[in-house]
């Protein structure tokens, strides 16, 4: 350290031209001419006459007199006059700094003893400026004209720089060079003629000593740092929310992190820790206050995706509030094998492995149920329920089951303990949470080990809630399809009977008059055939087969349309109540399906709340992110519009709810419901694309939310809509009025010399069909099958106008019969009849292909106004 010498010792400056005087000049010019004067007077006293020396004499004493009297009152300055402080003057010349102070020229004006002793100057004459002796030396010129010109601007400054070798030669050069401070300064100094100047001061210290302390100070820590980097052993630190604000080069390099791009907090543990072992971790709690420490033994994830089996020494502090805080975190690689006592250590390490790292939950527990140790899987898997700390307590297993399965699990115990080796699996649900489905297998213990001497069991733990869940919708679908294939067979068979009897019925009415007896008795089997017609309806709208006319609607307009029947069916005493979505995206299905499904609905929820109370229909647009939050099952991600119906009623019990889209179930009295409601509404619902979700509780009410997807119209779609809007105008100028419906008589739907052939499996349907049209003029030929239809168009050389054909029939069905027809017949016209939805069979035909439909069961003018139609277009 640099020794300060004491104020006795220096007692004044080695430099200080700042109190010189500035009329010494004066004082020896007049001092000579006095003398000059004298002389004068002594030689050339002969030749002098009295009153010339006399005269000169008096002006001499005048003008001496005017100057003392000047001096005293301080017009003219002989003597400095002294403003210095003495103490301010003693600090400054012994301070340990050395302190030089030049004017704007560079001339030294004030220089301490410790500059000299700093740059090598004994006396006044040695010393020299900063610029003088600083900027001959590469290492400082640098500094010192940065200095100099921030002075010159009125600014301070300070550097730092080291020298090779001292500026002072007495005090001897080092291997690692000298470290010198230099501090600058601009001093504003009033000058004795009235100008203001301005001063350099400039301070200059040795702090060689200082830097050489910080250099061992910053050694030692990089010593450190560099052992804690590349120590044996990894090391990182964790913040509260698990972020790494530090790893170490060793177990960067074992993950094949760059350490160089490593910026702290942007990982995260849990990016670190493979498989279930984060659950590991976080079991490890530190209680507040207090550290918590525990050996974790999982496997961290390389950068290349691959495992690296470690063993953590993990400790983890908590904050006075309990909340947790930072981790520290020792990281022990255990990849390495060997032999010997290695082996088993390389066993063990194989075994923790898989133990932490298989997807299976795993416990191990004593004869009394009380859970010995866990994997990461478990305690992730019954998070909430098993904690590290429970274990600990002596927590028994059976407190993640449902009470109902804590006797088959202490069966299943005790089997264990008397080393049954064929122990049948439990299955049960989660204590606090009855959705989620496990099944544990447990199995005995044979060989028990010195670290656990007391094991009885190893259970291994599974999740079922899934497959349980696919399960059911699996059991559900098979039941519903085959349902519908039950419900869309009967209904076929029923629309062929009840076409054959509207055609027998509509023929004898041709025949009789109102008058007649049995007139009205025709017009009650026709009124009961259409009434069965309306079931077979709902029976295919279950088996979603059913002819659906599907048109882009808007749910707002038709919500409000039915609103007025609505209110008529729920009566007086219940309350309908709308809330419409704003900018519904419109949706694309059958209008008049459509209404019955609301209408079949709204009155299921006033059979649902006798006392009367409120129905809410609600309606708004649903986006894709809203369809995959609620995660319904079967639902596909989409934007869809959602039409809710909620009552206040009675509710829907779980076990009900399960089969209220079934056909033909009702909860309903006797007479009062034919269970063809909720099944057509289901079927609608699914063949218009969109999903239905019930949703109740007994005692407060159900609520049905529909989800229609969202109709975007293609380019297609909106050049046809164009296209039928100017033919409809057309269609419109030409006949100058609109088109008059067509009556019932036969004068209207008369075949002339047009020319038939009837294609029907069912006798009765093809019998009656033939009849009713031969009533109308046409000439007809008949055919079971398309095989014999093929037949009859050869012998007839093609010469048929019009093919009206049956969908399902043996041999050769419709869709055959007209694929095979156009190869030789492109342009013969063709009618499908279905009780089925027209697309159920058109899917299998070509894009292109042209035909006519008429959905079962029909009637006379049905079919007569059809043919007629396909005539004419």
């Known amino acids: 350290m640099t020794e300060t010498t004491p104020a006795a010792a220096n007692p004044a400056a080695l430099v200080d031209r700042s109190a010189k005087p500035r009329s010494v000049s004066r004082l020896v010019f007049l001092a000579l001419v006095m003398i000059g004067a004298s002389i004068v ?45 003495p103490l301010a003057r003693a600090f400054i010349d012994t301070h340990p700094e050395g302190t030089l102070v030049t004017d ?23 010393v020299q400026s900063i610029e003088a002796i600083l900027s001959r030396h590469r290492e400082s010129a640098e500094a010192v004209y940065r200095l100099t010109n921030a002075m010159r601007d009125g600014k301070d400054g300070q550097e730092e720089f080291r020298m090779s070798q001292p500026l002072s030669a007495a005090e001897g050069g080092t291997e690692a060079g000298h470290w010198y401070r230099l501090r600058a300064r601009p001093i504003a100094s009033g000058d004795r003629g009235g100008k203001d100047s301005k001063l350099m001061a400039w301070q200059l210290s040795d702090i060689s000593h200082e830097r050489t302390e910080q250099e061992m100070v910053f050694k030692e820590l ?34 094949g992190m760059d350490l160089t791009s490593f910026l702290p907090g942007k990982v995260m543990l849990r990016d670190l820790v493979a498989g279930a072992g984060m659950a590991l971790v976080e079991s490890v709690q530190a209680e507040p206050g207090l550290n918590r420490t525990a050996q974790l033994d999982l496997d961290l994830l390389k950068s290349n995706g691959q495992s690296l089996p470690v063993r953590l020494v993990h400790r983890v502090s908590a904050t006075r509030d309990g909340s947790p805080g930072e981790s520290r975190t020792i990281v022990i690689s255990r990849e390495a094998g060997g032999s010997g006592v290695h082996d088993a250590a390389s066993a063990e390490m194989r075994f923790t492995r898989f133990f932490n790292n298989t997807p299976m939950a795993i416990a191990s527990v004593d004869g009394a149920g009380k859970i010995l140790r866990t994997n990461g899987p478990f305690l992730q898997m019954f998070h909430g329920l098993v904690t590290r700390d429970d274990m600990e307590r002596g927590s028994l297993f059976e407190t993640v089951l449902r009470e109902d399965d804590r006797k088959g699990f202490q069966d299943a115990l005790r089997q264990a303990a008397d080393k049954q080796g064929d122990i049948a699996p439990i299955d049960s649900r989660r204590a606090d949470d009855e959705e989620r489905h496990f099944r544990f297998y447990v199995n005995a213990v044979i060989e028990h080990s010195e670290e656990a001497p007391e094991e009885t069991a190893i259970i291994y733990a599974v999740e079922t809630t899934e497959q349980k869940a696919l399960e059911a919708q699996m059991a559900q679908t098979q039941k519903m399809n085959a349902v519908g294939t039950l419900a869309g067979g009967i209904a076929h ?18 025949s009789l008059r109102p008058a007649d007896s049995s007139f009205a008795d025709l017009i009650e089997i026709k009124r009961n055939a259409n009434r069965a017609a309306v079931l077979v309806r709902q029976l295919l709208a279950f088996s979603r087969k059913q002819t659906m006319r599907p048109t882009v609607l808007s749910m707002t307009d038709v919500i409000g349309d039915l609103r007025m029947l609505v209110d008529r069916l729920i009566g007086t005493n219940v309350k309908l109540e709308l809330e419409f979505g704003r900018d519904l995206w419109p949706v694309k299905t059958d209008l008049g399906q459509f209404e019955q499904v609301l209408i079949n609905l709204a009155v299921n929820a006033r059979d649902a709340m006798p006392d009367g109370g409120t129905i809410t229909v ?23 519009v959602l039409i809710e119906l909620a009552d206040a009623g009675t509710g829907i019990a779980p076990e009900v709810m399960e089969k209220i889209f079934e056909p033909f179930f009702t909860t309903k009295d006797v007479g009062k419901g034919t269970g063809l409601g909720l099944s057509m509404v289901y079927g609608i619902i699914k063949q218009s694309g969109g999903y239905i979700y019930p949703e109740s509780e007994v005692g407060k009410g159900t609520t049905f939310r529909i989800f229609l997807p969202r109709h975007v119209e293609d380019e297609a779609e909106k050049a046809a809509a164009v296209a039928e809007a100017a033919a409809a105008a057309g269609r419109a100028a030409a006949e100058g009025a609109p088109a008059k419906p067509a009556s019932d008589g036969p004068e209207d739907l008369t075949g002339g010399s047009a020319v038939v052939l009837l294609v029907e499996d069912e006798e009765a349907v093809r019998r009656g069909g033939k009849r009713m049209l031969e009533a109308r003029g046409y000439e007809v030929h008949e055919a079971g099958t398309g095989v014999e239809a093929l037949e009859i168009l050869t012998e007839l050389e093609g010469k048929v106008d019009i093919v009206v054909s049956d969908v399902v029939m043996p041999e050769m069905d419709g869709p055959t019969l007209l694929t095979e027809l156009r190869k030789d017949y492109p342009d013969m016209k063709f009618i499908f009849v279905s009780g089925y939805a027209e697309d159920a069979f058109a899917k299998n035909l070509p894009a292109d292909a042209k035909f006519g439909f008429l959905a079962k069961p029909f009637s006379l003018k049905q079919l007569a106004t059809s043919v007629r139609e396909m005539l004419d277009a």
């Open 41 to 85: 007077f002594f030689i050339f006293k002969d030749r002098l006459n009295n009153e010339l020396m006399l005269g000169i004499l008096g002006v001499l004493a005048v003008v001496g007199i005017f100057f003392l009297v000047s001096t005293v009152i301080g017009f003219v300055d002989i003597m400095p006059k002294t403003t210095a402080d």
């Open 493 to 510: 068979d029923f629309n062929n009977v009840l076409t054959a009897i509207l055609l027998s019925a509509d023929h004898l009415l041709m």
């Open 222 to 255: 990089q010593n450190a740092i560099n052992y804690l980097d590349h120590a044996p052993v990894g090391f990182f630190s964790a913040g509260r929310d698990g972020e790494i604000v530090y790893l170490n080069a060793t177990l960067a390099d074992w993950l």
């Open 104 to 126: 704007d020229k560079g001339r030294v004006v004030y220089a301490n003893h410790a500059y000299g002793r700093l740059t090598g100057s004994t006396n006044a004459a040695d």
């Open 618 to 640: 609600r309606t708004r647009n649903v986006e894709a992110e809203e369809v995959a939050q609620l995660n319904h099952r079967g639902m596909e991600v989409g934007e869809y």
